[in-house]
């Protein structure tokens, strides 16, 4: 299962999946805000003192839940930079479009916020495999000669991520092939204006 926010992350508790499941069934009842330890421990079936032997917080416990929802794939290579890169829109818009995630995401780092080390376990867990994966694809469209050699790679995703999120949560706008398309041209049509600037 690979937990990362159990108070041992080298082992995995017996109740892990009924935990994790009451856990994000309880996010979508009734929110991040409500969420309670003793909440899940009642509707998993297990002592409130299970989860706290496991999990040091309820920002850790949610950090674990929602992590074995966020998609990380690794991208093949297709030879077609395109094909590649529209893949990686359409994992980040799967992670976001996810209604408990996009709602929880930002209350939960603002929890995480005061925990550095949880917080770095955090970044570790929901964003370095998948932004590495992503990574990958645009070195190998920038091998083939389809982006530019100097394209700033870490502002691509974020304009792909912060415009699928800011759209899930503060707008509504449909998340939507039109979107990933136009995300994806972007990149493909527009890659000078996603350079790196001198000095960084």
Do not use: C
């Not at 979508?28 to 309670?36: E, K």
């Not at 893949?87 to 209350?107: F, G, H, K, Q, R």
């Not at 979107?179 to 972007?186: G, I, K, Q, R, Y």
Request: proline share 5%; hydrophobic share 45%; glycine share 6%.
């Amino acid at each position: 299962m690979g937990l990362a926010f159990t108070s041992d992350p080298a082992a995995t508790p017996r109740s892990a999946p009924k935990i994790l499941d009451a856990t994000r069934a309880l996010l979508a009842d009734q929110g991040y805000s409500t969420l309670t330890i003793e909440g899940v421990a009642a509707a998993a079936g297990v002592g409130k003192s299970t989860i706290y032997r496991w999990w040091p917080s309820k920002e850790a416990l949610v950090a674990d839940a929602l992590a074995e929802v966020f998609r990380a794939d690794e991208i093949a290579d297709r030879g077609d930079t395109r094909a590649e890169l529209r893949e990686a829109v359409d994992m980040t818009i799967a992670n976001y479009a996810n209604e408990d995630l996009a709602a929880s995401l930002p209350a939960l780092a603002a929890g995480l916020l005061p925990q550095p080390e949880l917080m770095a376990r955090f970044r570790e867990t929901f964003l370095r495999r998948k932004r590495e994966n992503i990574e990958i694809a645009l070195r190998r469209g920038i091998q083939r000669g389809d982006l530019p050699a100097d394209l700033d790679t870490d502002l691509v995703q974020d304009l792909w991520a912060g415009t699928v999120l800011y759209r899930r949560l503060m707008i509504g706008s449909p998340l939507d092939d039109e979107l990933a398309e136009h995300l994806v041209d972007l990149v493909t049509n527009s890659p000078t204006a996603l350079t790196r600037r001198s000095g960084d």
